[in-house]
């Protein structure tokens, strides 16, 4: 990657703005004000400087000799990388991605948070997370819902499975887990403070959590339209999220989710399938996979009741697979080459033709050619 490529990345995401705060050399990149990438044009061999969850930091210096402690910046929280062809630009585009995340998602917020025609003003909650641990079950989701006819399980109610018989999918869709290797489990809220119209807004910060929670193991993760997880081009975990709406607002929403982790093989026909054992060749304990999720999730939850939602689908549009130029999607019978122009607050997808036309669609109108 050159400095052109580097630059042409950083301003294609998201109100990113480039300047020149310390001299004519030295050029800045920033997300609402705040740093999170330079890189000194004057030095002969061009390297970048960017922000690194700490500890994602420490693994990617032992994994690419490339990458060092940042220079002149926080070691703990910054990384350099030296732009030489022996590093893939995709892993380079991957942490600017990461960069961009981590500081997009520390911005200050308030305690007022505006949606699609309503403004509520509403207490910050922190969620409390209650575990059960099943051996083995149908469906998580379907628990769930058996559970709470009366709607007597509290906010944060988790069940976790070593083996689900009947993992579902979005729209009936299937979901292969070897018994004791993944992590499938299904998560109950109230998110009554979340308009109707909004609900999308579940879908993108549970797709961010997870995110967060692999991009501490390695890099090359993305959401896929509209909230499966991917590792470059393959799938690595599937949310199935299911509403239940009281006029304007939420009753319950049950969150469902299949996570490979130390899954060696796959048998079943999905065409792109992956688990985290297979990208690191490392096992991993799955209940501490899932208290990270917790966290991180709580983290993202409690930004629902502020005034949080713009940033939170900033970050969902910049951490979208292939939201960097120009791709096959299939619909209706014909293929077409398209890129994302966005995703709107309802969940439609918005692509961009290259003859400039936009298409809006709503999921499973349109998928992308792998």
């Not at 981590?102 to 305690?111: R, S």
């Not at 083995?136 to 709607?151: A, F, M, P, V």
């Not at 944060?156 to 979005?170: A, F, M």
């Not at 070897?178 to 879908?203: C, D, G, M, Y």
Request: aromatic share 12%; net charge negative.
């Amino acid at each position: 990657m050159n400095v052109e490529s580097l630059r042409e990345f950083c301003l294609s995401l998201p109100q990113v703005t480039e300047c020149f705060p310390f001299d004519e050399w030295v050029l800045v990149f920033k997300i609402e004000g705040k740093m999170f990438l330079f890189c000194d044009l004057s030095a002969e061999e061009k390297r970048i400087s960017l922000k690194c969850d700490p500890e994602l930091a420490i693994e990617l210096r032992e994994r690419y000799p490339e990458i060092e402690s940042g220079y002149h910046t926080n070691k703990r929280l910054w990384n350099s990388i030296w732009l030489r062809p022996s590093i893939d630009d995709k892993v380079i585009c991957d942490c600017i991605v990461h960069a961009y995340s981590e500081v997009l998602k520390k911005t200050t917020q308030n305690q007022t948070r505006t949606f699609i025609g309503t403004t509520r003003s509403m207490e910050t909650k922190e969620i409390k997370f209650q575990k059960t641990h099943l051996k083995e079950i149908g469906s998580t989701n379907t628990y769930l819902q058996e559970s709470d006819k009366d709607r007597l399980l509290p906010e944060g109610t988790i069940v976790y499975c070593d083996i689900q018989r009947s993992g579902r999918g979005q729209r009936g869709n299937s979901w292969e887990s070897e018994p004791f290797k993944n992590l499938t489990f299904s998560l109950l809220l109230r998110p009554e403070h979340i308009p109707a119209n909004r609900q999308f807004l579940l879908s993108e910060i549970v797709s961010l959590a997870t995110v967060d929670v692999l991009n501490r193991y390695a890099t090359g993760f993305s959401i896929k339209w509209p909230n499966d997880i991917y590792w470059h081009d393959k799938k690595i975990a599937g949310i199935l999220i299911e509403n239940v709406l009281s006029g304007s607002t939420f009753s319950r929403a049950i969150i469902g989710m299949g996570l490979n982790i130390n899954q060696k093989n796959f048998y079943s026909d999905a065409p792109n399938p992956v688990s985290l054992y297979q990208i690191t060749g490392r096992t991993y304990k799955i209940e501490k996979i899932l208290d990270e999720f917790t966290e991180a999730f709580g983290k993202r939850y409690t930004d629902t009741f502020t005034n949080s939602s713009d940033r939170i689908h900033k970050e969902y549009i910049a951490a979208l697979y292939r939201n960097d130029g120009v791709y096959p999607f299939y619909s209706d019978g014909n293929i077409f080459h398209a890129s994302i122009a966005d995703v709107e607050l309802d969940g439609h997808l918005l692509l961009s033709t290259e003859s400039g036309e936009k298409k809006r669609f709503a999921f499973k109108e349109v998928s992308f050619l792998l």
